[in-house]
C-alpha cells in the first residue's frame, strides 16, 4: 500500500456546486425509513413522537455541524483521506475499511426493507432476488457514470418526489388534531428514546465526509448542507404529524407502513388507491441512497486499496444480492433493521465527535510544533 | 462486445424467472360488497354472501351473488372460487356488511382480516345489517343491476351530504383502537325494493351496544365536531310557538333548517368527577316551517330561534344519556380527557368503565341567519 | 476524451499513380486526366485552338460563362505563355496550378482547365454551376409565423441566407472537408466573441479525426460527431430554418451545413431545446409557455399512457375507480388478448399506418390515415380484437408524440413506448418505474459536445430556466444560456423595471 494522497485535487468538471448539497443529502437522508418510521418512534414516545422527531433533526444539525468543522481541518479532502492522516496507513485503513462495510451494510438493509416493501404491497410471488437485481443494476447504471450522474439523480429524486408532501392534505380530512395534546406528556427519557429510533430513518447525511472533495465553494457548504436536513426534518415533521393525528394510539402502532397506509385513503378521480404508484415511486427515492452509499464504498478501494473502482462497482453490488435471498421473514428485517439502527447510531452520531477531537488534537500539536520551530 | 450476450441472457433470465402472477381485470371476479351472517346451525361458522361484478356485455346480469359458510373469511373467498369461472379478488371490495347479531358479539376479526390484506381499501364502508346481511344482498332488486355499487353509492351520498358519520373502516379501526372514543356503523335494512339507512349503531370497542336513529346520528357528528352542514327537520313540541301564532296549534310543528356552519366544542371543566362542556354553535337557515308566522318581526325570529334551540340541547341531551348509559362513547369525550389531563394513562377499558358516570352539559348557540327570498 | 467512436484513422487511399509534377506535352496531359477518372463520359476534352486544350466536367460547369469568357476570348488566337493566356480570360476567378491533384480536385468542383501545350503548369477557370432548386418553405419544421424559407441544397446559398440574417463580421464560416471520396464540403459558422472557442475546437476536431469515405447528408454526420452515437437521444438539432440556426448563432451555438444538404446541424444541443419551437419567440410568452408545457406534457403522456393501461389492466386493477371499473371491463371482455398484447399489437398498425402514410405521396397519404386509421380501428373493435378505451388511448398517445417540434425526438417518443409497455406487461407499475429511473439515468449520463444533456435543469443554473419549459417576455431573456459556454453571457444589458 503506497500513501495517499491525503487532499484531493479535483479536475474541475468534476466539481459541483454547493447548492446541490441541499439535494444531496436531503435525498440520502429520505429512503425507506420514511415509510414506516411512525410507529418505532411511536412506541418509545406516544403522541409526542413529533417532539422527537425535532430533537433527532436538531441532533443531526449539531453532527453535521462537527463533520463540517473536521473537514475544515483540511483543504479538500474526503473521510478516507482524514483517516489516513490521523490514524496512519494500517489504523487508519481499518477504520475506512470498516466505514466502507458500513455504507455496503446500508446499501443493503436500504435493498432489504424496499424489496420487503414491494413483496409485502404489490407482488407477493415476486422473488427477493429479482427486485434486488433490478434496483442494483439501476445503481451500478448510475455509479459507474461518475459523481456528476450520481449527484444529478439526487437532484430530480428530491425535485421529482416533492410534490408527494402534498398528498398529506388528504389524510388531514380524518384528522383528530386533539390526538397530539398535551404536548409533552412523554417524559425526557423517553422523548430521548424516540429520537434514538430516528435513526435509522435519519441517517444518509454522513455522505458529505466523501462528497467534500467535490464541492466547489467550500465556504457555503454548511449553509446549504443545513437546508437539506431542515428540509428533511421538515418532510419527517409533517409525516409524523399527520400520522399521530390520523390514527389513533395503539392503530399506528400496529401499522408497520404508516406512511404507506396513509396513501391508502387517497383516491383521485382517474386513480385510487395511491399507495400502489407510491409504493413504486419510492423506487426513485431510494435510488440516490443507494447510489451514494455504493459510491462511498467503492470510493474507498480507489482511495484506500488504490484499485481500479469500476470493477468493484460490480463486485459490491453482485455481494449485496447474495444475502438479500437469505433474510426472508418479517422478523428478520426488522431484527437486521435494529441491529442497522444500532451500528448507525454509533457510526453517524458519535464517531463524527470522537473524530473531530482527535483530528483537532493532532492540528494543534502540529501547529504548537510548527510554532516552536519558528 | 462481449458483455452484449451476457446482457441479453440477463435480460431474458429476468424476464423468465421475474414473472409475477397477473390479474387481468375482465379475467378476475371482483367483490364489491361483502356481508358476514351467524351460520344458522350454530356451528360458530360464518356465513358469507359476496357480490362479485363480472364483466360480461353478454350475461344479464354482471353482478353475481354467492353464499357459502366457512371459518374464515378469506376461507370462504376460496370455497367461492371454487363455484366460479374467474378468481375472486377482493381489491375493489367498497362496502362490508355485517348483521347486528354479529356485531353484538364483536367485528375486530373481520375487520382486522380487511385492515391486514394490502389490496383492501382503506376506505371500505363498514355497516351493520338488520336482520342479516344476506337478505340486503341476496335480494333480487328490480331497479338495482348492480347491488355493491349501489350500497357504495347510497353511503357514499350520505355521508358527503352528512346525513350519516363516515364509517370507513380506517375510522372503525381508529375508533376500536383510541382509548377516548368509540367508532359507528349506519344500519341497513331493506324495505321492499330499495336498501335503507335505518339508524346508527353505537359501538364500544367493535361490539354493537346500541342503536339511535338516523335524526339522532346527527348529534353524534354535531359534537364531535365533525358535522359540516346539512339539513335538519325537527317536530317542535306542540304549543311551544303559540305566543307568536295568530292561532293555536294542537299538534306538534314540524320545521326544516339547514345548517350553514357549525362548531363544536368539547372542554373538560372538572377533571376529578370528569364534568363536560359541550358548546355547540349552529348558523342556520329556515328552509320550512309548517305554521303560518310572520318571520318580518325580529321578535318572532328570536323565539322560533330560542325554540330551536332548546330543542337541539334537549335532543343532544338525550342522545349523551342514551349513549353513555350504554357504556359507549362515540363523541370523544375520553379523547378530549386524555388530551386535557397530563398523565392519566387512559386506557380503553378504564375509559369505558368511566364512561357512564361522566357529566356532560349542552351549551347551543343556535341562530338563523336569514329565511330564505320570502320572509 | 472527446472522440468515444472506435472509427480507426485511414490514410488516404492510394492513388495508382501519383505524379509529382504536370507532364508537358498535351497528350501526356490527356492521358493522365483519362486515366485519373477511369470512366467519365462527362469529361470533355477539346483543343480550341493549336496547343491550348481544354477539360472540364460537363455537368458541373455552367456553359454560358465557359462559351463567353474562356472560349470566345480565346478563339483564333495564337498564345503562347499562360501569362497572355490569363489575361485574355475574363472569368473571375483563376488559378495558376501546378499539383496535379488540386487540378483534379477543382475540376471536381466545376472548374475548367486550360492547358499549353509544353507548359507543365495548367490555368484553372472557376466555372461553376450551382446545381438546386430556388428556395421553398420549410416543410419539416413549418410554422405559422415566422420566416417562410427554408435550407435547399446549395451551400453558398445557405450560407447566404444566414449571413443576411446576421450582417455581422464577427459571422465565422470555417471550410473543412470531409470524406475522401465524397469531398463533400462542411462549413462551420459561429459567432466570434459569442461561441466558445473550445467548443468549436472540439467540433473541428471531431469532423477533422473522421476518415470516413463519404459524407452524403447533415445527419449521418451528427450522428459521428455526437457524444454518444449509441444513444437513442439525439444530441444535435437538425433544422431546415435559417432563422432558428441564425438566433441559435446568437446564443452561442455552432452550426454544421454541408453542401448537398438541407438541415443544418445545431450544436450543442441540450434535451429541453427539442421542444422548444423558433416560433415560441414569435408568439406571446404566456401562449409560448403555455405550449411548451403542452409539448413537455404530451410527451410524458404518450411514453407513458399506455404503459399505464397495461399495468393497471394486468396488475393493479385496484387502482381503477368505480366508474371506469365497468366501462373498461366491458371493452376488453371480448378482447382474447391481454393487455400487453393488444396494446402493443395496436402501437404497431400505429406505426404501419405513420410510416405507410410517411412512404406514399401526401395525398394519397392522409387519406390512407384517416381511413386506415378508422377502417382499422372500428373493425378491430367489432372483431373483439381491442378495446375502444385503448383505441382513445393510444390515438391520443399518437397524436402526443406529433407535437414535438423536432421531428427526431418525435421518433424516439414512439420508440421509447414499446419497451415500457413491455415492462409494464411483465411487471405492472415496478416495471414502468424501472423504464422511467433508467430513462432518467440514462438522459443523466449523456452530454452534448461535452454539456451536460439535462442543462440547464442539471447542473441547475437557474437563470437559463427563464426560457426552458417557460418562455419569459423578452426583455427577461437578456442572458444566453450557460449550456453554450458564450465567451460574453449578456444579448443585451438587463434593463431593470419593466420594459
Redesign the interface.
Known sequence: MTAMKINLAERPQHSISALLLFFILHSVQVGVGLQGFQRIVFKSAGHDAWISVLISGIWSVIVLLIMVKTLSFYENTDLYGIHFDVFGKWIGGLFSALYMLYCLFAFFIIIRNYVEVIQAWLFPQLDAWFVALTLVVMAIYTVSGGIRVLVGLCFFSVLFSAWMILLLIFPIEYADWRSLLPVMEANITHLMRGAYDMTFTIIGFEVLYFINPYIKEKEKTLKFSALGLAYTLFVYLSVMIVSLVYFSGAQLENTIWATLTLFKIIHFPFVERFEYLAITFWMLIILPNLGMYLWCAVRGMSRVFHRNEKSYIYWFSLLIIIPVCFVKTRNDVNTLNGFFAKIAFGVVFCYPFLLFAVTWIKKTYKERKRRKSI | MKTFPLIVLLIFSLILSGCTEPKILERVGLITAVGYDDAEDGSGKIKGTTAVLQVDPDALQNVDIMTDEGYTSKGIVNLENLRSSRKIRSGQLRVALFSDRLAKKGLINFADSLARDPSISEIVYMCITEPTSADILNHQYENIPDIGEYLYRLLDQNIKNEEIPSPTIHEFMKGHYAAGFDPVAPILKRKGESVKINGIALMKNDKMVGKLNTKEGYYIKLINGRYKGGNMEFLLPKGSLDPILPKKENKGIPVAIDTLQSSSKIDLINAKEKKFNVSLKIRARLLEIRVPVNLDVPKNMVFVQNVIQNKIKKQADDVIKYALSKETDPFGFGESYRSSVRNSNLTRDQWHKDVSSIKVNVDVDFKLLRTGVID | MFFKKGIKKQGPSEKEKTIESFPASKEEVISFFRQQFHSAADLVIKEVCPHLTVLYLEPLIDGQILREQILQPVQNKKIHSLEELYSILSVGDVNNEKDPEKAVESLLNGSTLLHLDGTPRVLLASTPQSITRSLSTPELESQVIGMQVAFNECLSTNIGLLRKLISSTSFCHDQLVIGHQSKSRASIVYLKEIASEELVTTVKERIQKLSIDALIDTPVLAELIEDNSLSIFPQSILTERPDRVASQLTNGKIAILIDGSSHALLLPNPLIEFFQSKEDQNIRWQIATFLRLLRIGSMVFSIFATSFYVA???????????P???P???S????PF??VFETLLLEIVIELLREAGARLPTKVGQTMGIVGGIVIGTAAVEAGFTSNILIIIIALSALASFTSPSYMLGNVIRLLRFPIIILAG?????G???G???I???L??QSTL?V?Y?AP????RYKDWKDSIIRFPAQFLYKRPDATRPQDSYKFPPSDGEG
Open positions: 393497471a389492466l394486468t396488475y393493479h386493477y385496484e387502482v381503477l375507480p368505480q371506469l371499473l365497468v373498461l371491463g366491458e376488453r371482455s371480448r378482447v391481454p393487455p411483465l411487471w405492472g407499475f415496478y414502468i418505474m424501472l422511467f429511473c433508467f432518467l439515468i440514462h443523466l449520463r461535452g451536460p439535462l435543469f442539471y447542473p441547475p
